[in-house]
């Protein structure tokens, strides 16, 4: 446990505080926990439950995020813990995003520990990743800066969803990130995640303009968020990111509150051909099909990474550029 960055006491005889971490800006009362389950009012000031607590630990492979196009075919140690501020219906890891840190079963582990781990296993960095990281925002700065320090590479696996202050803050020391674009719709997440799209948009945008390695991910649900005009002006809006912005379209199944059958291959295929008219990378997650993991020049369609399953075979690249035409692409290093 660990007193929070960003919050405010706004009535001290009665111990109330504010968390100023996210845009829910969740005012607690002695002993309340905001949204994100992780962050609770004690005795007036707010502490980060989940600090050096961690319920899984491994070591990745860096397309396991999804990153297709930041060191590909090399592991990263991957942490995560309790807590999520979001509450999406059809979460794919509930069972520690949707939990109290008293409900798992989490170990200790410092900061320390996580960059010499990192480091004992050859890994390009660390990866904050399975829950949402950004809750436990104290814990992901320090490991972050510490990990810098040695010359690894942080990776942020998030829904984007935090203030602009704190995420100022971090990115300094973060080289790559997967950001979840849910929906281009803000009633779809308001309905399905219980908060709100522009947030989230402008931490991509932000991103963007710090010139830090972002992909986006998209989980595709039949009938919620699938229809060709949101898919034209999602694209539309990651065009205007830079046409080089890898963009996954991730395969939804069953999974917590949601019963929807799983996305059908055609449907999937049907996003990725709306997109691809604009964007020159665009994949799909879940799903067996190589073809549809694989990395092309956007030049001379030539082929320049293998994927099978999370095994990673470079072929066609050299120093970020095509071995064939010579252009550089948009692949870190």
């Known amino acids: 446990m660990k007193e929070a960055l960003y919050y ?36 007036g000031k707010v502490y980060a439950l989940a600090y050096e607590l961690v319920v899984s630990v491994n070591l990745d492979p860096i397309e396991k995020k999804p990153l297709y196009h930041f060191y590909p075919g090399r592991d990263i140690f991957s942490i995560g813990t309790a807590g999520c501020n979001f509450h999406c219906q059809f979460c794919q890891n509930w069972e520690i995003s949707q939990k109290k840190p008293a409900e798992l079963p989490l170990r200790e582990i410092s900061s320390d520990d996580i960059v010499r781990l990192a480091r004992q296993y050859n890994s390009i960095g660390v990866a904050y990743t399975y829950n949402e990281p950004l809750v436990n925002y104290e814990f992901v700065l320090e490991c972050a800066e510490k990990a810098q320090k040695y010359g690894l590479k942080n990776v942020l696996v998030t829904n ?33 995640c219980g908060g709100r799209l522009a947030p989230v948009l402008r931490t991509v945008e932000t991103c963007v303009r710090k010139k830090i390695h972002i992909e986006l991910t998209t989980l595709i649900i039949p009938h919620l968020n699938d229809s060709p005009e949101e898919l034209e002006d999602l694209t539309d809006w990651v065009y205007s990111l830079g046409e080089e912005t890898p963009l996954h379209f991730s395969r939804y199944f069953p999974c917590y509150k949601m019963t929807a059958d799983s996305t059908p291959l055609a449907t999937l295929q049907k996003a990725r051909n709306i997109a691809s008219k604009k964007l020159k990378y665009v994949y799909l997650g879940n799903v067996f099909e190589e073809r549809e993991t694989k990395t092309y020049c956007p030049y001379c369609q030539e082929l320049l990474i293998i994927r099978q399953g999370y095994r990673t075979t470079v072929k066609g690249l050299k120093e970020s550029r095509c071995t064939k035409c010579g252009n550089k692409v948009n692949v870190m290093p």
């Open 8 to 43: 405010a006491v706004i009535n001290e005889n009665k111990k109330v505080a504010q968390c100023q971490l996210c845009p829910f800006l969740c005012v607690l009362g002695p002993e309340q926990t905001g949204n994100c389950g992780i962050r609770q009012n004690i005795a």
């Open 160 to 192: 984007g969803y935090i203030q602009e202050g704190p995420l100022l803050r971090l990115l300094p020391f973060i080289d790559a990130l997967n950001i979840d674009v849910k929906s281009g719709r803000d009633d779809f997440y308001k309905k399905m």
